[in-house]
Nanobody, 123 residues
Framework: QVQLLESGGGSVQVGGSLRLSCAAS????????MGWFRQAPEKEREFVVA????????YYADSVKGRLTISRDNAKNTVYLQMNSLKPEDTAVYYC????????????????WGQGTQVTVSS
């Protein structure tokens, strides 16, 4: 079992920045591919970005390319999401997820999920 805990959410104005963190605990000796997803009110959960266990492969959703950057520090069992130039449409609950096997843009491929952290961008 792996437990994921997101932090760093909050309220910012348009154009502002936030840095989300996702700390893993439990069975972290296995290398996990990690993803960030988000869900706005009355919308389906959508893919944001994913990173392979070694950081060598990264996938971004087109809507966040150039503004959001994912990174990971395996020594700290933590994944980060640097969010710049935020827009109102970025408002959502952000979830991190972990997959030991298949991964990518499909949330069904992820085995473990955090509880989420709220990001609100106001104009």
């Amino acid at each position: 079992q792996v437990q994921l805990l997101e932090s760093g959410g909050g309220s910012v104005q348009v154009g502002g920045s936030l840095r989300l963190s996702c700390a893993a605990s439990g069975r972290t000796s296995l290398n996990y591919n990690m993803g960030w997803f988000r869900q706005a009110p009355e919308k389906e959960r959508e893919f944001v970005v994913a990173i392979s266990w070694d950081g060598a492969i990264i996938y971004y959703a087109d809507s966040v390319k150039g503004r959001l950057t994912i990174s990971r520090d395996n020594a700290k069992n933590t994944v980060y999401l640097q969010m710049n130039s935020l827009k109102p449409e970025d408002t959502a609950v952000y979830y991190c997820a972990a997959s030991h096997g298949r991964w990518g843009q499909d949330p069904l491929k992820y085995e473990y999920w955090g509880q989420g952290t709220q990001v609100t961008v106001s104009s």
